[in-house]
């Protein structure tokens, strides 16, 4: 793992897809490391709208959503004083570089990444019956392209996009070949703290799409609603039974947003031995998502107040990612010998 003291001039690329406003999963799988670490890398924080093909008939939810994300990673503490925020589509080089990587990468280096074949059968089960289109297979080597972009040394995500940067090491490796030279870093991955947070009702990672997300932008009766409503252990029936804490959401989210551990301990060990009913346990949970909830809360209401903070932010990221951009796309044309005008 890249030592965070060694640092001072590595870049950091990562970025989430604008297709709703971001949940409790998108915070201890990534965010709260962007968070920690804007200050110690140059970080580019991406809104990857080229990516979302599947979402093709809602663009006006996609407008909104680049919109919800940026707001939300301000809520959170990101700070574009420190850090770069960058809409995909208005540095469009990741286009182009896209499109000379995926010369030197195999279908079958596609076929096998296990993220994309879970995410596909998800499309073609889905009740729309829509076959998946060109754009889904290409957004792996998009993904691999933004990551080249700014030539970036790690690259902070949940457990699912680990596929997608092996992806980018080997394609580095392979591209620093052919060049003759070093041009990109093989990036590293980073996971947050819960590498894939499981959504409220158990089964499924938490998904913005999946209808099981508590969402950062929450109020405080929605997160009461949404946790009265958790999965727990299926096969405990009264408040007097014994009752499994491994693997029973209610508790991976007590680990997770609770910090009084005392209580977190106190609720276990009842819960095991059949000495509290399901309520106490989620009013506490409630309270404690609340808790951790209400400072982003107050700085987003900051922020909702004035939407210009949030444009210029989107814009002044993207002009300067672009450069960069173009820096880099140079680099490349030179090493394919491809510069034809210079
Ligand atoms: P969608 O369903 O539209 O794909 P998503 O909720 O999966 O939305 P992404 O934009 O694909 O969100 O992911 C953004 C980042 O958040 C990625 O780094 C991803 O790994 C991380 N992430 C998303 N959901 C979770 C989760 N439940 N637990 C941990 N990390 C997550
Ligand atoms: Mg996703």
């Known amino acids: 793992m890249t030592e965070i003291s060694e640092s001072g001039s590595q870049r950091i690329l990562t970025g989430v897809r604008p297709t709703g406003p971001l949940h409790l999963g998108h915070y201890v799988g990534a965010l709260e490391n962007w968070v920690k670490l804007q200050s110690d890398y140059e970080c580019f924080f991406l809104i990857a709208d080229y990516q979302v093909s599947d979402h093709a008939e809602d663009l006006p939810r996609v407008r909104q959503s680049v919109l919800d994300v940026a707001l939300d990673w301000l809520a959170v503490g990101l700070e574009p ?9 208005s540095v ?5 570089l896209t499109t000379w990587l995926s010369w030197w990468t195999p279908l079958g280096m596609l076929q096998r990444n296990p993220t994309l074949k879970a995410e596909l059968s998800e499309i073609e089960s889905s009740s729309s019956k829509r076959s998946a289109p060109l754009a889904f297979f290409n957004y792996p080597m998009m993904q691999v ?18 596929p997608h940067i092996e992806m980018s090491r080997e394609i580095a490796r392979k591209f620093n070949t052919i060049a003759g030279r070093d041009i990109f870093p093989e990036p590293q991955g980073l996971i947050g703290r819960v590498g894939r947070l499981v ?26 609603k949404k946790v009265r409503r958790m999965f727990t252990d299926p096969n405990r029936i009264h408040a007097t ?34 000495k509290v009913g399901d309520v106490e346990v989620k009013d506490l949970l409630s309270e404690a998502i609340n808790s951790f909830l209400q400072p ?12 210009d903070l949030v444009s210029d932010a989107l814009q ?23 510069n034809y005008f210079k």
Request: proline share 6%.
């Open 296 to 307: 982003f809360h107050e700085r987003r209401r900051k922020f909702t107040a004035n939407t």
């Open 316 to 338: 002044s990221g993207s002009r300067y990612a672009r450069s960069v951009a173009q820096e880099t796309m140079s680099d490349v044309r030179d090493a394919l010998q491809i």
């Open 241 to 274: 039974d014994p009752g499994t804490v491994e693997g029973n959401p209610v508790f991976i989210y007590h680990d997770a947003f609770n910090p009084n551990q005392d209580q977190v301990d106190d609720l276990k060990q009842r819960y095991r031995t059949g």
């Open 92 to 96: 469009p080089e990741h286009a182009e």
């Open 199 to 224: 959504g409220t009702d158990g089964q499924a990672k938490m998904s913005k799409s999946l209808n099981n997300a508590i969402f950062i932008g929450d109020s405080p009766e929605d997160v009461n």
């Open 81 to 89: 004083e420190k850090c770069h925020f960058v809409v995909e589509s």
């Open 145 to 162: 392209a933004n990551i080249l972009m700014p030539k970036a040394h790690l690259v902070p995500t949940g457990e699912d996009q680990q």
